[in-house]
């Protein structure tokens, strides 16, 4: 089945400083890869999503992300965070069971951004 | 465009009582939506996927009787929440997917079961 492991509960980094969650996925195949952002008592919003192609993928608010196979992992990345950046992000992966397709999430990685 | 609409975003409840959350696609049509639950300071669980005009299936560990879904219309799908317990109080998020992998989210009902 697959899972999905984000190894950091919180961060906290200086505004201004460059940002990396980690998020490792076990999947038998390429599964797809998501990363989500959360605010206090709100839904999620998408912030970037890989099916194929570019291993590095582009998302909104200056966040990027890096599909590497051979270490099962989608790692989120911004080179300069700021303080609206905090928040909860999730990475999760999109796969097929016999269920249908699901998408399954990590923990969670919470954020927080010091002047 | 995707959007995805939750009703109410607060609910209040009486221990006993039922609860019926509303979760619909605005702008697209989702042949298929799912509910999920989130603990304070926790991940998603997913509680179960809503196939309009089938029934929903349920995840292990998540009681059939208790949360009722029913999927009635391609841009509808409800979560009843049956005699409600202080343990069920949560925060209960939907979504719904137009295409095949990609989910559009709602904002979230907050329920409290008092």
């Known amino acids: 089945a697959q899972s999905v492991t984000q190894p950091d509960i919180h961060i906290t980094v200086s505004e201004g400083a460059s940002l990396e969650l980690r998020c490792n996925y076990s999947?038998?195949?390429?599964?797809?890869l998501f990363w989500y952002v959360q605010s206090p008592g709100q839904g999620l919003q998408l912030l970037l999503k890989y099916f194929s192609g570019d291993t590095l993928v582009q998302g909104i608010k200056g966040f990027e992300a890096e599909f590497k196979r051979s270490q099962s992992s989608f790692n989120l990345r911004k080179p300069s965070v700021h303080w609206s950046d905090a928040a909860e992000y999730f990475c999760?992966?999109?796969?097929?069971?016999?269920?249908?397709?699901?998408?399954?999430f990590g923990a969670g990685t919470r954020l927080f951004v010091k002047a | 465009g995707a959007v995805v609409s939750q009703h109410p975003s607060r609910v209040i409840c009486k221990s006993g009582t039922s609860v019926k959350i509303e979760c619909r696609s605005l702008?697209?049509?989702?042949?298929?939506m799912f509910w999920y639950r989130q603990f304070p300071k926790k991940s998603l669980m997913l509680m179960a996927t809503?196939?309009?005009?089938?029934?929903?299936?349920?995840e292990q560990g998540v009681e059939k009787d208790k949360f009722l879904i029913n999927h009635a219309s391609l841009t509808l799908s409800t979560l009843t929440v049956t005699s409600a317990h202080p343990e069920d109080s949560s925060f209960y998020i939907c979504s719904a997917r137009p295409r095949s992998y990609e989910q559009y989210f709602g904002p979230g009902t907050r329920l409290t079961v008092t």
């Open positions: 999760a992966v999109g796969a097929g069971d016999t269920g249908g397709f699901k998408t399954i």
């Open positions: 999947y038998g195949a390429t599964p797809y």
């Open positions: 702008d697209f049509q989702a042949t298929t």
């Open positions: 809503s196939n309009e005009g089938s029934k929903a299936t349920y």
